[in-house]
């Protein structure tokens, strides 16, 4: 169970508000590069005044954004007839660049490095990769946990939370990064596993 797994509940209650912005000619591409630029200027903006933890209050509103946005991209695309090849790139390319924007901050927070976060950063990039690449063995996109891109949302926007209201981390959750960086070892792991085991059932359905 990850967070992805309550997305439908979450589409319904944006589903009136999808309706307006398509009546009113807003594209699915133009709100994947809106949210991708928004994560960039927050994720500068953190990097610029971490040395100001108060900033950090704004990554648990922004990721809670990010994720509506997210959802109505993909609403638009589908219901509305928007689906495109340059569309499948930029949610893809986007959902990385934005990530990297978004955790890069941290590694000037006491007691992560870069060297901690920029594991993390590549690990989770390399997550996604592995769930496009379901689409090239005949298996779905694969969105398996137990460190989705939902979940790590939820993660760093508390952890911003964390960082603005308290103004600093604790030594002891240095053993956080580590921690992520094996749950995403992991999600890599069941997407690969999981795209290779349905390909093989398929195709032994298909015999």
């Given amino acids: 169970m990850t967070l992805y797994d309550i997305k439908p509940r979450f589409q319904a209650l944006l ?3 999808v309706k307006q912005l398509a009546g009113r000619g807003v594209t699915a591409n133009q709100v994947t590069l809106g949210a991708a630029i928004g994560s960039i200027v927050i994720g500068g903006i953190l990097y610029q005044y971490a040395h ?14 990010r994720m509506a946005l997210n959802a109505i991209d993909g609403m638009l695309a589908r219901e509305f ?12 390319l986007c959902d990385v660049v934005s990530d990297a924007a978004l955790y890069l901050p941290f590694a000037l ?3 992560f490095s870069f060297f901690s976060v920029g594991v993390v950063i590549f690990l989770a990039t390399l997550s996604e990769f592995a769930g496009v690449l379901g689409l090239t063995v005949g298996a779905a996109r694969r969105y398996d946990g137990p460190l989705g891109k939902s979940d790590r949302a939820f993660v760093f926007g508390a952890l911003g939370l964390w960082v603005g209201l308290a103004g600093n981390l604790p030594g002891w959750i240095v053993w956080l990064m580590p921690l992520l960086s094996a749950l995403l070892a992991l999600t890599i792991y069941n997407r690969v596993n999981r795209a290779l085991n349905l390909d093989t059932a398929v195709n032994h359905f298909i015999k």
Wanted: charged residues 10%; without cysteine.
């Fill in 15 to 17: 589903r009136p508000l």
């Fill in 52 to 65: 100001m933890p108060v900033w950090f209050l704004l990554l648990p509103i922004w990721m809670f954004l």
């Fill in 81 to 92: 007839n928007q689906q495109s090849k340059l569309g499948a790139y930029l949610n893809e």
């Fill in 109 to 111: 927070l006491a007691p």
